[in-house]
């Protein structure tokens, strides 16, 4: 059994190649530009949206307060009606994004820190490389990946866009696999 703090070189590094793939992947590579398309006449619905000042949050529209009436005929004549809406309102920004990058990298940490527990627990010093790697590779591709499933599941998130972010999370779980099977305690 390994403690957290004879793998915080693993967890340290891992995070750091995490971090430095996805900025690649996100900023070389093509496949995320289709991510968020563009709104048709978006200076508009800016506009007619700019008078509500929507607090940040996450919204649904239309959305019932209640399952009695969520099941009634006049939430399901809106629901036909529509648009049916699922939103995040930020906060007004610029395109900063020096915050999002710190809590990027905190959570590829946590990630890390998640796996070290498990294979510490689970694995003894000396282990190979294989067992490391299977293990470390499976829980970082769980933080990274499985619940991006349910934004498509239940939010209708486009199935593409999840399966590719699901795809760099299998990257990011390969190297932190790697990582901690090339440097786990001997």
């Known amino acids: ?26 900023m070389a590579l093509p496949f995320h530009k289709g991510d968020m398309r563009k709104l048709a006449k978006e200076d508009e619905v800016m506009a007619a949206l700019r008078p509500f000042a929507i607090p940040p949050g996450d919204y649904a529209v239309p959305s019932a307060s209640s399952l009695k009436e969520a099941n009634s005929p006049e939430f399901a004549a809106r629901m036909e009606k529509g648009p049916v809406l699922f939103m995040t309102v930020a906060g007004k920004r610029t395109t900063a994004m020096g915050l999002s990058l710190l809590l990027w990298f905190f959570y590829a940490v946590a990630v890390g820190k998640l796996a070290a527990w498990a294979a510490g627990l689970a694995l003894p010093a000396g282990a190979g490389f294989l067992p490391v790697f299977r293990l470390v590779g499976a829980i970082a591709f769980a933080g990274y990946s499985l619940a991006l499933l349910q934004q498509s599941i239940w939010y209708q998130r486009r199935w593409r866009t999840t399966l590719l972010s699901m795809l760099d999370g299998l990257l990011y779980a390969l190297l932190t696999a790697a990582i901690f099977g090339w440097l786990w305690p001997r």
């Open 1 to 26: 059994m390994e403690t957290l703090l004879s793998l915080w070189l693993p967890i340290v590094l891992s995070a750091a190649a995490v971090f430095i793939a996805s900025s690649f992947v996100h």
